[in-house]
Structures are given as C-alpha cells and as structure tokens.
C-alpha cells in the first residue's frame, strides 16, 4: 500500500537553531499535504495545509515565519521550525492526501526536543 | 464542544479480552481513520473506513454513517496491543481528530 516517510524520527536542536522534517510520499504523487502538532496528552492538531506549487494554508494561531512549509514537489513536503524554542517541543506528524483525494496516509512522526 | 468524541478515554484490560473503543462524530464525513499510536509517539494507520467493515489480523473497525458512530474492536487482546488509538474524520481536505484512547493490555 502507499507509504508516507517522515524524517527523522526524532531530533534534539539546540535554542535558536533551525530544524527541518520531511514528509515524502513514497509511491503516489501528493498534491496536498498537512502538518500536525501534538502537544503532550493532547490529541494532534492541525498546523497547514501544504499544496505543491503554492504557499501553504496555516491554521488559526499558527506562526508562519516560524514554521515554514515547503512543497516543493509532488513526492515531497518539509517543515522547519525557525529559531527553535524549547516551547517548540512536540511531536510532528505529516499526511499525504492520494491524488483522487479518497485517501489520506500518515508519516510516523517527529518528535522535537529543543534544549 | 469537540467534533469527535471519543470513549473510553482509558481502558485497562486483561490479556485474551475483548476491547471496543468507540468514536463519535458531529460531522458529515468523506472518510474515517482509526490510528494508533505507541509509547513513543509513532503513529501507524490501522484503518481507513468510508462505510461498512474491515478486518485486518486481530482488528477490526465499523462505521455508521447515519449514525455517525464508528468502533474499533482488538479480539484476544495482548499487551503489544496497548497503545493510544486515535479517531480521525476527514471532510474535504480537513481533518479533525478524537482525543485518543490510552489502553493498556495486562498480561
């Protein structure tokens, strides 16, 4: 079945420092992509909506010259935290929308240590 | 109040029981996720449902969708099995997600 890899699985960065994840579809080209945080005990919550060739969709309260998403490819979606904080710590977790838009696959997760 | 209610919120069983988890939801749908989700925060897709049943192993996942109601069933449930399970719905491109069911398997 269709696959979404998510890399890496964790990172630890230090304050101040930028961090990038990637989210690829490995055997379906994904015109949309999302981005998901979730806080600890809490369930996932949406960050973007990333769509190939164009700026990403943020949600309500999410910073986007902090969290920038680029979907520079059918295959590939990447989120980096900018200047990271220890506030920043969380875990990470894209999905790749099939393109008939029926299905949505999701990356295992990142989880984001900032010391 | 959330769009997908999810129950219980944490469930404690013994090994070789019968687990339902149940999942709510206020909204029109186009598609159903069951996830679930382990210690470690790594998330794997169990089921991906727009109407019916599907089987897969010891899992098994039903939606209604006039009554807007899905579960998810573990038969001879083991302790491998005790992990957060996560109800997502899809409509359009959005996606909203149930707070998640914390089981616990005892051997």
């Known amino acids: 079945g269709a696959v979404v890899s998510q890399h890496p699985s964790w990172v630890i960065c230090k304050s101040g420092t930028s961090v990038k994840i990637e989210c690829r579809s490995l055997d379906f080209q994904a015109t949309t992509m999302f981005w998901y945080r979730q806080f600890p005990k809490q369930s996932l919550m949406l960050m973007a909506t990333?769509?190939?060739?164009?700026?990403?969709?943020?949600e309500q309260g999410v910073e986007k010259d902090k969290f920038l998403i680029n979907h520079a490819s059918l295959t590939l979606s990447t989120l980096t935290v900018t200047s990271a904080h220890p506030e920043d710590s969380s875990f990470y977790i894209c999905s790749a929308m099939n393109p008939q838009g029926t299905e949505a696959f999701f990356g295992q997760g990142t989880r984001l240590t900032v010391v | 109040k959330n769009e997908v209610e999810q129950s219980p919120q944490n469930l404690t069983a013994q090994e070789g029981e019968f687990i339902t988890i149940n999942c709510s939801y206020s909204?029109?749908?186009?598609?159903l996720h069951w996830l679930q989700q382990h210690p470690g925060g790594g998330i794997v897709s169990l089921f991906m449902?727009?109407?019916g049943k599907k089987k897969h192993g010891r899992l098994i996942a039903t939606i209604n969708i006039q009554e807007k109601h899905s579960s998810l069933h573990i038969t001879a449930s083991h302790p491998r099995d005790s992990a957060v399970y996560i109800c997502a719905v899809r409509f359009g491109n959005d996606m909203r997600f149930g707070a998640g069911t914390r089981l616990t398997v005892k051997p």
């Open positions: 990333s769509n190939e060739g164009s700026k990403a969709t943020y």
């Open positions: 909204v029109g749908i186009s598609a």
């Open positions: 449902l727009s109407s």
